[in-house]
């Protein structure tokens, strides 16, 4: 490994990496925003929404992403959508995740037990109060360790946006690579990377539930 | 003198698809007075207790609540989420199964419903959960999540959190039954309490020691139908009906051994 | 405006770019199921090493992206003196991958038998071999079948990213296609179709193994 090309293509690869990081960050709260959407709109919305939206989900879910991407970058314009790379880049995240947390979000609700649902309407909770004080909670905790693991997963699905020239760390280690010749190289330092990045982005997660379920598990 | 009752169950018929699980109940619960209601299981004694809070909707007839009936304006007609919620904070429900919410101490839990329902301010909503766990002595187990606590200190809690709301009601669906046998006494003790100041009160049990000494009348169901309503010593002492007799035989049975 | 026409004449090219992409998931699994065998085999055994070569077998392959691996393998295969076509090269990279979950999803079978079982053919004095071929074996496929199905669908879809190394599958089929009739839309809407096709039958069979194994 040559370690003057990474000191002459280093401010590159770390606005590359910043813009992974940031890529990453808005699109997977975005998707876990809708997708907390959807998850209550199946809950608590009428027939029609419910099927509307699990059509939604399975078409999301059976398609690959890079296509979702091509039909958002390219042809979005067609019909009006035009989007630079990054904005897409997000949307497209943000829409590609949506199903997978709404799917989480709709077990952990069905994991919080009725009983004490039927406590809080029972004092005469409003509907609500009941989502925000018992819900919400509840549900977020039985769904953390899911919710953690496929924001996991997106980290390396960014790297899919380098495809449609979002200058993610891929996209500028390509560049690198492309004018060094140094393919090998470069996807190599490239795997090291993602594979420390995982893991520790994996424990951090494990120690937040750790931390978030301790008062949770009996200890009587 | 007539007394009005508290709750007022007229021709109530309650169906799961095409199972009847409730067959023309009528059944008066005077005020101040302690209602058990007693039967085998799947004899539909804790849906009738779960739809005198309309947990459970009912079909036809009418469950009046001092005079005010539950879950419709009118017959046929549901009322308003907002008309139900404010009946429902007059009764107070304690369930089989404790339903504390997890993720607040037990002092959280008894405060959660005075401020989300009854919009006080936080500093009185938890003197006033504090007052009420000291009555259910649990006053020094107060900042201790439901996790730690045993079966039975949860259900003191539980019902702590129902007459926190100062209910006119209080409706008890097996509130022993999940609990381990030396905790059973504790819970029961809580509730003879109550009775004794007066509280009126529908409880569900299997406990037939606590209906017999604590009730003032026995109501005994079977397959969805109210077989007998009357005073505990007629009910479990001198029962007409003879499924009353057999359900009174296994019960003496299983518990002599 | 949108062309039905070229919506609708994009699928002849493109279902016939298909077939590479279930060449490419189909091989990558059978590779997967086998390496995952292998690797589960060794995350199991007594052998300290063995399982440490498993553990981190399946944490770098699940690590990093499968899009990152595939041009590493690319790349990697010729200076190793390994000349393969690109299809070769794209079949092994998926199949490694698919290997790490696999190795998982029987892992986790394996796990949820009940210990009962083996403690109860142990009672009657069946050797350890027959403990695996009659007893944990058999139930564990069986138990596995519909997650294999779900790591089938994730392959179909990630094959897509093959098209970078020049494999005409569907995903590439459609850029060319997109390139020539200068109607991305419609031909990506076409590609998406293919997909989700694919894939709702696959999954439908999932659902139908599901349903057999849980009677």
């Given at each position: 490994m040559d370690f003057g090309v990474l000191q002459q293509y280093g401010p590159l690869l770390l606005r590359g990496f910043a813009t992974t990081v940031f890529c990453w960050l808005v699109g997977t709260l975005l998707g876990m925003a809708l997708g907390l959407l959807i998850a209550l709109a199946q809950r608590y919305g009428g027939r029609p929404l419910r099927w509307i939206l699990q059509a939604y989900i399975e078409v999301i879910r059976g398609t690959p992403f890079l296509v979702q991407l091509f039909v958002l970058y390219y042809g979005g314009p067609l019909i009006g959508l035009r989007l630079d790379a990054v904005p897409a880049g997000l949307l497209g995240l943000t829409i590609y995740g949506s199903p997978y947390f709404a799917e989480i979000f709709r077990s952990g609700f069905t994991a919080v037990p009725v009983g004490q649902i039927e406590a809080a309407r029972a004092i005469g909770m409003a509907e609500p109060v009941v989502i925000r004080r018992i819900l919400l909670p509840l549900g977020l905790v039985s769904a953390l360790p899911a919710l953690v693991n496929f924001s996991i997963i997106l980290t390396k699905e960014t790297v899919i946006l380098s495809i449609i020239t979002v200058p993610e760390l891929m996209y500028q280690v390509s560049r690198m690579s492309t004018e060094t010749f140094r393919y090998l190289e470069a996807n190599l330092v490239l795997a090291l990377f993602f594979w420390g990045l995982v893991e520790a982005i994996s424990r951090l997660g494990r120690r937040l539930e750790r931390r978030i379920t301790k008062h949770l598990v009996e200890r009587v | 003198m007539v007394q009005a009752s508290a709750v007022e169950i007229r021709k109530v018929n309650k169906f799961y698809g095409p199972f009847q699980?409730?067959?023309d109940i009528d059944l008066s619960i005077p005020p101040g007075k302690v209602t058990c209601l007693i039967g085998p299981?799947?004899?539909g004694k804790s849906t009738l207790l779960r739809c005198i809070n309309f947990l459970e909707p009912y079909e036809s007839g009418k469950i009046l609540i001092d005079g005010q009936m539950i879950?419709?304006?009118?017959?046929?007609k549901p009322m308003s989420g907002r008309r139900l919620r404010d009946m429902r904070r007059s009764i107070g429900m304690v369930f089989q199964q404790f339903?504390?919410?997890?993720?607040?101490?037990a002092q959280q839990n008894v405060a959660e419903g005075l401020i989300?329902?009854?919009?006080?301010r936080k500093p009185d909503a938890e003197e006033r959960a504090a007052e009420a766990l000291r009555k259910v002595g649990m006053a020094d187990k107060?900042?201790?999540?439901?996790?730690?606590?045993?079966g039975g200190q949860q259900q003191r809690v539980a019902i702590a959190r129902a007459i926190a709301m100062e209910p006119r009601l209080m409706l008890f669906d097996?509130?022993?039954?999940?609990?381990d046998p030396e905790l059973v006494g504790e819970v029961l003790g809580v509730m003879k309490t109550l009775a004794s100041e007066g509280m009126t009160m529908v409880v569900v049990t299997h406990e037939m020691g606590f209906a017999a000494h604590v009730a003032d009348q026995v109501a005994f169901l079977e397959g969805g139908e109210l077989v007998a309503v009357d005073t505990p010593s007629t009910i479990?002492?001198?029962?007409?009906d003879a499924r009353i007799r057999a359900f009174l035989r296994t019960y003496h049975e299983r518990n002599a051994f | 405006m949108f062309s039905i026409q070229t919506f609708i004449d994009s699928f002849g090219p493109l279902l016939w770019a298909a077939r590479y992409t279930l060449l490419v998931s189909g091989l990558g699994i059978a590779l997967g199921l086998v390496l995952g065998a292998a690797i589960c085999a060794a995350a199991l055994s007594r052998n300290a090493w063995l399982r440490k070569f498993a553990a981190i077998w399946v944490s770098f392959l699940r690590g990093v992206p499968l899009l990152v691996q595939l041009l590493l393998l690319y790349y990697l295969l010729p200076v190793v003196g390994i000349n393969v076509p690109a299809i070769a090269a794209a079949v092994i990279s998926v199949g490694i991958c698919a290997s790490a979950y696999i190795s998982e999803i029987w892992r986790g079978a394996i796990a949820a038998l009940p210990p009962g079982q083996t403690e109860a053919a142990e009672a009657i004095g069946m050797s350890s071999g027959d403990i695996w071929t009659r007893i944990i074996l058999p139930q564990a496929v069986v138990m596995s079948l519909p997650a294999l199905i779900n790591e089938l669908i994730l392959l179909v879809k990630a094959s897509s990213l093959v098209s970078v190394v020049g494999i005409l599958e569907i995903t590439r089929a459609s850029q060319a296609q997109a390139a020539t009739t200068f109607r991305p839309l419609e031909v990506y809407l076409a590609a998406a179709c293919i997909y989700l096709v694919i894939n709702l039958c696959l999954a439908a069979i999932g659902r139908w193994l599901e349903h057999r194994a849980a009677v």
């Open positions: - | 699980a409730l067959k299981s799947g004899s879950g419709y304006d009118a017959p046929g339903n504390l919410w997890p993720h607040m101490t989300r329902v009854r919009g006080l107060m900042g201790n999540h439901p996790a730690r606590l045993s097996e509130p022993t039954s999940a609990l479990l002492h001198h029962p007409r | -």
